[in-house]
């Protein structure tokens, strides 16, 4: 079985003294249950795995009557340390409150009860940590697969990873491209859509929601105003409700919207959002066109592999703590500006329907300090750039 290095990561935060709940965020099907599963066999002592998917919202004696039977087989047995696991926790209800009473419970006990949480919308986890558990958590992000990983799980080439995207549950129907595109539609990005954003938010407009994820995700990579996708919509409301529920669907991990670099913050949340999907299979389940028909255009080709790009920047800026941004200026453009610290970078890919780089050469004249890097043809390879961590790029 496949091991995530993120494994041995919170392997070792668990081993340490008990200090702090240590909260796993990231979206549907990246790997956390199994990750989780996976550390009961690394760690040297007892542990308990439970899911709150199943467990009714309103159950509001379920959690704490798993962390009482844990105290009670810790008593039975003579054992000096334990690791829980609640996964799904954020489906029940004033769930942070009774973390905090059972936690702070154990604190004055002595009792060592090391405590994992897990929960597939960021939103709602971060809000009850704010909310109730402030100083009392460290929290770990979990991210798509990247093409590395699904290199190495299951020995997919560039193209594969272009196409497929980093889904590992959806790899083994990949022969049969109908089958694998149900898979997500249904499996993946309605459950999410469903249980993630709509079970557990109030979204007046559902079908709209459902709606500006598909021509997001459609339009992946490319810079489309509110106001263009309301003239596509029926129904649309107005640019507030859409950029409500695109943050709704970037907290799952779903579609995000990049925002233009300007130097100044007045410029940069006034700007028209480039879409950008966070796995590139939700890009692909939106098109007609086969695997093999996008190996034979390049017109397809560069679409998705802008995509990919952006996918894999977007991700990586979770754990990275970088900015991301896209930069326009009347007819020249560069694909993607990463910031940290002041130091910026700007990054053009580059496929072979692009034959200049005006935007690069235009965004260097302005800012002279910049970084400027090209991905693709004439520049560092897609493949090879796929398996940076853009944060070694500062």
Same mark, same amino acid.
């Given at each position: 079985m496949i091991? *995530?290095?993120? =494994?041995?990561?919170?392997?070792?935060?668990?081993?340490e003294p008990k200090r702090f709940i240590q909260v796993v965020s990231g979206p549907r099907q990246t790997g956390k249950t199994t990750m989780l599963l996976q550390l009961l066999d690394k760690v040297p002592f007892a542990g308990r795995y439970e /899911? $709150? +998917?199943?467990?009714? $919202?309103?159950? %509001?004696?379920?959690?704490?009557? %798993?962390?009482?039977?844990?105290?009670? *087989?810790?008593? $039975?047995?003579? &054992?000096?340390?334990? =690791?829980? !696991?609640?996964?799904?926790?954020?489906?029940?209800?004033?769930?942070?409150e009774t973390v905090k009473k059972e936690w702070d419970t154990d604190i004055r006990n002595d009792l060592n009860i090391k405590v994992i949480l897990s929960g597939s919308s960021r939103l709602l986890l971060q809000t009850g940590l704010t909310e109730s558990l402030a100083g009392r958590f460290e929290l770990i992000h979990f991210t798509h697969w990247s093409f590395a990983e699904m290199q190495a799980a299951f020995g997919w080439d560039i193209w594969q990873y272009v196409y497929f995207g980093g889904y590992p549950g959806a790899a083994t129907l990949i022969a049969d491209?109908?089958?694998?595109?149900?898979? %997500?539609?249904? $499996?993946?990005?309605?459950?999410?859509?469903?249980? +993630? !954003? &709509?079970? &557990?938010? *109030?979204?007046?407009?559902?079908a709209l929601l459902k709606k500006l994820f598909e021509l997001g995700s459609y339009y992946s990579g490319q810079i489309l105003s509110f106001n263009k996708v309301l003239g596509q919509l029926l129904d649309a409301g107005n640019t507030t409700t859409l950029s409500n529920y695109l943050n709704l669907l970037n907290d799952s991990g779903l579609l995000g919207g990049i925002e233009?670099?300007?130097?100044? !913050?007045?410029?940069?949340r006034s700007s028209s959002p480039k879409f950008q999907v966070y796995n590139n299979a939700l890009l692909s389940i939106q098109w007609n066109e086969s695997f093999n028909e996008m190996r034979l255009s390049p017109e397809l080709w560069g679409r998705l592999a802008e995509s990919a790009i952006g996918a894999h920047l977007l991700n990586s800026k979770i754990v990275g703590n970088y900015n991301l941004y896209y930069w326009r200026e009347g007819n020249n453009e560069v694909d993607f500006v990463l910031e940290k610290k002041g130091k910026v970078i700007g990054l053009e890919v580059k496929s072979g329907l692009k034959t200049t780089n005006k935007g690069l050469t235009a965004f260097r004249k302005k800012y002279p300090d910049a970084k400027v890097l090209l991905?693709? /043809?004439?520049? !560092?390879p897609y493949e090879e750039f796929l398996k940076i961590n853009p944060n070694n790029l500062f």
């Open positions: 091991e *995530r290095v993120d =494994l041995q990561f919170i392997t070792n935060r668990i081993k /899911t $709150a +998917d199943a467990v009714s $919202a309103s159950d %509001v004696f379920w959690l704490s009557q %798993v962390w009482e039977s844990v105290r009670m *087989r810790m008593k $039975a047995e003579g &054992l000096q340390e334990f =690791l829980l !696991i609640i996964d799904e926790v954020q489906k029940l209800n004033n769930w942070s491209e109908k089958r694998w595109k149900d898979y %997500v539609r249904n $499996a993946l990005v309605e459950t999410s859509i469903s249980k +993630d !954003i &709509l079970m &557990l938010t *109030r979204v007046d407009k559902p233009k670099y300007a130097g100044n !913050i007045v410029s940069i991905v693709g /043809t004439g520049g !560092i």
